[in-house]
């Protein structure tokens, strides 16, 4: 069974801070690994990776993919509380068109 | 370029009795998604159109739940009956291509069964 797993479930940090959030993976005909921010509505998409040791990169977020080990993260520098919510990794698997399958959340709290 | 629509966003039903959810896609998008988002977990796909065919509904239980998209454009989902475990707030996204990053997701109808 596809199974996706988030670590931690959540993390309170200050104003500032840097955090590492994490994404180990176990599906079949692995295509890309996605994370998405979401507040208090749907989630918003953030990244798409398909290639191992390549990092993306917007403002403060980045992300990196290692599909030897099956893995992701995604870091967040000097967060700001505008940062809180919960940060979703999803796995797109080629199996019915372009099924994803989610974790369940690292939810961030970044205090002022 | 307006967004997915999705209407009502809020619902409280007892047990057993039934409900129905809209969703309006995004413009020309060809492909419809339903998510079941429990509160603690991330959402779960229940089905999942192309036009007004059926891709995959592999995890949507079929025994209470049903969806449509006739004309290959809107949607609806609908509950009958209702169970306490079906609390959960119900998504619906739209996308273009086949691509994940490119499905667009609608604010959610989060659904109170008591």
């Known amino acids: 069974e596809d199974k996706v797993v988030q670590s931690p479930l959540s993390l309170v940090v200050h104003e500032g801070d840097t955090v590492t959030l994490n994404c180990s993976y176990e599906?079949?005909?692995?295509?890309?690994l996605l994370w998405y921010k979401q507040e208090k509505k749907a989630p918003t998409f953030l990244f798409m990776l398909t290639s191992s040791g390549i990092e993306k990169k917007s403002g403060r977020l980045s992300s990196i993919l290692d599909k030897k080990e099956l893995f992701s993260i995604l870091n967040i520098t000097a967060t700001q509380t505008g940062d809180s919510a919960v940060y979703l990794c999803?796995?797109?698997?080629?199996?019915?068109?372009?099924?994803?399958?989610f974790g369940a959340g690292t939810i961030l709290r970044v205090k002022s | 370029e307006a967004g997915v629509a999705q209407s009502p966003r809020y619902k409280i039903i007892e047990k057993r009795q039934s409900v129905a959810f809209w969703c309006n896609p995004i413009?020309?998008?060809?492909?419809l998604y339903w998510y079941q988002q429990i509160l603690g977990q991330g959402p779960k796909l229940l089905i999942q159109f192309q036009n007004n065919g059926v891709v995959d509904d592999s995890q949507l239980p079929k025994d209470r739940f049903s969806a449509e998209r006739l004309k290959g454009v809107d949607s609806t989902l609908k509950i009958q009956p209702a169970k306490l475990e079906d609390s959960a707030v119900y998504l619906c996204a739209s996308s273009l291509g086949y691509r994940g990053s490119e499905q667009y997701f609608g604010p959610g109808t989060r659904l109170t069964v008591t």
């Open positions: 999803a796995v797109e698997a080629v199996e019915y068109g372009n099924k994803l399958v």
């Open positions: 413009s020309g998008h060809a492909t």
């Open positions: 599906v079949t005909n692995f295509r890309s």
